[in-house]
């Protein structure tokens, strides 16, 4: 069983940036692609970004390609998100997921964290 556990929300301007970090308490990441959803109030959970095991390969969404950035380090079995240029349309709950499948594109995750707040003024 993999826990997940996001951290590093909060409110920000429009323009600024903010650093979402993906943690486990239990077991490794290594075996895993991770990846990061939100949900903004009122809308569907959406996708965001994933990276394969390796972080060779990374898959963007549209709306934020260019401005947010996936790593990870599988040593330390943390996954970051940095978050530049935000916007307010980016604030949602963003979630951490891990699938166990080296597969980037799809929704079916295995394990997803509580998720964070992000919040952007304008």
């Known amino acids: 069983q993999v826990q997940l556990v996001e951290s590093g929300g909060g409110l920000v301007q429009a323009g600024g940036s903010l650093k979402l970090s993906c943690a486990t308490s239990g077991g490794t990441l290594s075996g895993y692609t991770m990846g990061w959803f939100r949900q903004a109030p009122g809308k569907e959970r959406e996708f965001v970004v994933a990276?394969?095991?390796?972080?060779?390969?990374?898959y963007y969404a549209d709306s934020v390609k260019g401005r947010f950035a996936i790593s990870r380090d599988n040593a330390k079995n943390t996954v970051t998100l940095q978050m530049n240029s935000l916007k307010p349309e980016d604030t949602a709950v963003y979630y951490c997921a891990a699938k166990g499948t080296d597969y980037l594109y799809g929704r079916n995750y295995d394990y997803w964290g509580q998720g964070t707040q992000v919040t952007v003024s304008s």
């Open positions: 990276i394969s095991r390796s972080g060779l390969r990374t």
